[in-house]
Structure formats: C-alpha cells, structure tokens
C-alpha cells in the first residue's frame, strides 16, 4: 500500500513538473490583450512620489506589482461600486425579514397572547 502511494505521489510530481516546464517555455504564445486606460484629468495633479506612472499598453501587464494610477483607480472604482451594490443588496434583504417578522407578531403572535389570556382578539 505504501509502495503504490508512493508511485502515485511521484507520478504526480513529474506531471506537475512537465506542466510547470512547459508553461515556462511557451512564453512566446500569443500576448494578452489588454483595452487602453484612458488616463483622468486628476492623474496629473497628483504628485509622482518617485514612482513612474505606466502608460497604456496593448500587451499584457508586467511582472511584479504595476503601480500605474490608472490601473489601480480603475480597480478599486470597481470593487467599491461592487461593494456597495453588495451592501444595498444585504441592507435590503434585512429590511425585508425585519418588516416580515414585526407582520407576524403583530398579526398572529400578539392576537394569540392576548387571546389565550382572556382578552379581546
């Protein structure tokens, strides 16, 4: 049982390794391409601090952080408006359940107390 383990776990490890030496070699494969960043008024208003702004370009993003400003206005503009739809979405749906359970206390919890102690319905 350990012997075939074994042979599995290393069957694994050389499929693994001809994946990752393949993806590796083949870098010359077709770019990605990447829709030109328009760049705002504001990008030129805000100070360099030493960091080259990237420009627009139609290949793929360069290795390591990109610290362009259009870049990262662009991807946090997104993840803001997307949290938000998703906050307005979660403060809906509780609305929703608290105005659901205040309907049913008060059209059918508090008439079946008041009704089971004697009083008027």
Known sequence: ???????VVGALIVVAWHAFGSVTSSRAAAPLLFPQVVASPADTALPGAGVPVAE???RGPTPGLNLG???WRLRLGRLNRDEAAFEA???RITHTVMSAAREYIDTVVLPAVRHAEGGVA
């Not at 049982?1 to 042979?7: L, P, Y």
Request: glycine share 6%; hydrophobic share 60%.
């Open 89 to 91: 979405l979660e403060w």
């Open 56 to 58: 627009g370009s139609r």
């Open 1 to 7: 049982m350990v012997i075939a383990e074994v042979a």
């Open 69 to 71: 400003i259009e870049f």
